[in-house]
T-cell receptor, first 113, second 112 residues
Framework: SQELEQSPQSLIVQEGKNLTINCTSS?????LYWYKQKYGEGLIFLMM?????EEKSHEKITAKLDEKKQQSSLHITASQPSHAGIYLC?????????????FGTGTRLTIIP | ETGVTQSPTHLIKTRGQQVTLRCSSQ?????VSWYQQALGQGPQFIFQ???????GRGNFPPRFSGLQFPNYSSELNVNALELDDSALYLC???????????FGQGTRLTVV
């Protein structure tokens, strides 16, 4: 079965600094979803990357998919307190899309003033 | 806000009881997936429903069952509750095939 490993597990960053979170798959990536979760709440959709070395940006968040390395990275520029939370990557089990997502265990991001 | 709503938000049940959780999918979406998230873990896939039919199941016992209705809303039923069933239960709605999946706010189930 597929496993997703996220690194780091937790991150404490000073406000205004840049940061990167990585997600590495044990198997071929057919795409990659990034979500943000506030403690005990639902998942907020950030970005969906489809196969093919895709890169997407939204506001100060950029995500890339490197299919050769079976890896995705999420980069936040000039971090703000609103970026704090748990970031989860999820990967579909096939190239048919989102019928079953396997998730990593998450990266907990804390922003300090 | 995604338009995916779950009810109830919190629930306390006794071991051995049965529970039903509900999910209303986002307008235009015909697929609902259910996930279980234990504390400190990522969500684990339970099953998915597409146009009222089960379309894939994760490694969960048969006492976890579900339904999808003609309006694409869905229910998750868990029989014979065990203490380990205590978790956040999440539903996600989407259109099929390579589209975004949007999650609800979750139902926190505590089994005592």
């Amino acid at each position: 079965s597929q496993e997703l490993e996220q690194s780091p597990q937790s991150l404490i960053v000073q406000e205004g600094k840049n940061l990167t979170i990585n997600c590495t798959s044990s198997k071929t990536l057919y795409g990659l979803y990034w979500y943000k979760q506030k403690y005990g709440e639902g998942l907020i959709f950030l970005m969906m990357l489809q196969k093919g070395g895709e890169e997407k940006s939204h506001e100060k968040i950029t995500a890339k998919l490197d299919e050769k390395k079976q890896q995705s990275s999420l980069h936040i520029t000039a971090s703000q307190p609103s970026h704090a939370g748990i970031y989860l990557c999820g990967a579909p089990s096939s190239n048919f899309g989102n019928e079953k997502l396997t998730f990593g265990t998450g990266t907990r991001l804390t922003i300090i003033p | 806000e995604t338009g995916v709503t779950q009810s109830p938000t919190h629930l306390i049940k006794t071991r051995g009881q049965q529970v039903t959780l509900r999910c209303s999918s986002q307008s235009g979406h015909n697929t609902v997936s259910w996930y279980q998230q234990a504390l400190g873990q990522g969500p684990q896939f339970i099953f998915q429903y597409y146009r009222e039919e089960e379309n894939g199941r994760g490694n969960f016992p048969p006492r976890f069952s579900g339904l999808q209705f003609p309006n694409y809303s869905s229910e998750l039923n868990v029989n014979a509750l065990e203490l380990d069933d205590s978790a956040l239960y999440l539903c996600a709605s989407s259109r099929m095939r390579n589209t975004e999946a949007f999650f609800g706010q979750g139902t926190r189930l505590t089994v005592v």
